[in-house]
């Protein structure tokens, strides 16, 4: 499926067929290109926990609003903000770039990041979005649909997964085979009003 394709026809859906298994060939294909997502100074500040077991998906749904593609989806994808990341062997990050490259880029990860609680979560969630969009987009190109979702409470999934503590979920991704379309468009605004050309006036 040609990208522009996959944009469009990217819904979020609500209802899942629960019999539905994804192979482990398939979820490792949406893991690759999620993963090829880009982050800043390439940390890879996101964590991908892949929830399949039955009991836990219920849990995590009762903490979400008793959504119900949390639990009927194929697989639920919580995307995990690792917040020091940046400090956690950065010059693995690295280790295949020609030494100048290393030489300056490891100390700015340093300087960029540290005592900056704010960057540090800021970025980490920028990250997670971006590799939520290259696995809905994957999932799409693969037969599959998707439902981001922040619609539950952070606290208890965090401790439902047993999260570290330097560790924040970002948002979820349901993926599987949809069983019921979306609702039309809700309606989109039109280019000139999202779009600045330069500067606001």
């Known amino acids: 499926m040609h990208v522009n394709e996959a944009i469009k026809l990217r819904r979020s859906i609500k209802h899942y067929d629960p019999k539905h298994v994804m192979s482990k060939e398939e979820i490792h294909t ?4 999620a ?8 940390i890879q500040n996101w964590r991908f926990v892949v929830v399949t077991d039955k ?7 009762e903490v979400s609003w008793g959504q119900a593609q ?9 995307l995990v903000a690792d917040l020091m ?9 690295w280790k295949d770039a020609p030494k100048p490259v290393q030489d300056y880029l490891v100390p700015a990860i340093q300087e960029y990041y540290n005592d900056k609680p704010g960057v540090q979560r800021d970025e980490a969630m920028r990250s997670c979005g971006m590799a939520a969009m290259n696995l809905m987009l994957t999932a799409k190109s693969m ?6 979702m922040d619609g539950f409470d952070f606290d208890k999934v965090s401790k439902l997964l047993n999260l570290p503590n330097d560790h ?9 085979k949809g069983i019921k379309e979306a609702m039309p468009r809700g309606g989109q605004l039109p280019l000139d009003e999202v779009v600045i050309q330069n500067q606001f006036k």
Not at 85 to 91: G, T
């Open 168 to 176: 924040t979920p970002a948002m979820f991704v349901c993926v599987g």
């Open 70 to 78: 949390v639990e009927e989806s194929s697989i639920l994808i919580v």
């Open 55 to 61: 009991a836990l998906r219920q849990k995590i749904r």
């Open 30 to 33: 949406l893991l690759s290109n």
């Open 85 to 93: 990341a940046w400090n956690k062997e950065p010059s693995r990050y």
């Open 143 to 148: 037969g599959y649909d998707t439902c981001p």
């Open 35 to 42: 993963v090829l997502s880009p982050t800043a100074f390439n």
